[in-house]
């Protein structure tokens, strides 16, 4: 099974910035849409990010993070990465990336990586 992995997160003030990055050694890695989702205790996971295959020209965000997260891709280095700008305690949360397919998260989970944001 492939594995995700995550990796980026950490502990931040509100107002800060964070960089994620995910790593997914597929070979055929460029093919497939990505997706950045959260889930905070309690809560379902629920999508963040997401951005098309080849170049990633097309990106969708959830409302939440409009205009604070941007989605990207490497495909050499088979890595999406999201920038998280102005956070907010209400960011906090675990991230996951995944493959999209249909608009639906496919395949496996990574880990994720623990975003926590302070007051």
């Known amino acids: 099974q492939v594995q995700l992995v995550e990796s980026g997160g950490g502990l931040v003030q509100a107002g800060g910035s964070l960089r994620l990055s995910c790593v997914n050694p597929?070979?055929?890695?460029?093919?497939?849409?990505m997706g950045w989702y959260r889930q905070s205790p309690g809560k379902q996971r629920e999508l963040v990010a997401a951005?098309?295959?080849?170049?990633?020209?097309?990106?969708k965000y959830d409302d939440s993070v409009k205009g604070r997260f941007t989605i990207s891709r490497d495909n050499a280095k088979k890595t999406v990465y999201l920038q998280m700008d102005s956070l907010k305690p209400e960011d906090t949360a675990l991230y996951f990336c995944?493959?999209?397919?249909?608009?639906?998260?496919?395949?496996?989970w990574g880990q994720g990586t623990q975003v926590t944001v302070s007051s």
């Open positions: 597929l070979s055929l890695f460029s093919v497939n849409a």
């Open positions: 995944v493959v999209v397919n249909a608009g639906k998260p496919f395949g496996t």
């Open positions: 951005i098309s295959s080849g170049s990633g020209s097309v990106t």
